[in-house]
């Protein structure tokens, strides 16, 4: 899948649409879901163009990969969600349900957060 520069999360980074940031650094933004899921839903991707999880881990910087998961722990301490768990989800393509094609990851807390998957 090549990258679509018109998807959401590219005009939330450009500025073309507002977003409730969380976190932001040179190569990070996190921000909340517009249509949460739980109490706390945040969506942490990257700034680079790259649309899945796969395309990230294969074609991203080492300091865009590292930075990636180094703003983890920030996230996770603002949300205040290391003492009582959360859940963290990427879809990935049209088998994983991923609705906008830049690869982003969904943090899930403030409740218990229940099955892996629907039954
Ligand atoms: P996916 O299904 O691709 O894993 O998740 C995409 C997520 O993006 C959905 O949870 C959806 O609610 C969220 N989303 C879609 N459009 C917007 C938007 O314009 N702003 C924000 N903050 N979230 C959005």
Known sequence: MSYDDQNIFAKILRGEIPNKTVY??????????????????VLVIPKGPYTDIGDFSANASDL???????AFPKILDKLDLTGDGYRVIANC??????????F???????????CMVSK
């Open 24 to 41: 932001e650094d040179d190569h990070v933004l996190a921000f909340e879901d517009i249509n949460p899921h739980a109490p706390v839903h």
């Open 64 to 70: 865009e990969i590292t930075a990636y998961y180094r």
């Open 93 to 102: 393509g049209i088998n994983g349900g991923q609705e906008v094609p830049h």
């Open 104 to 114: 982003h990851s969904h943090i899930l807390g403030g409740t218990k957060i229940g």
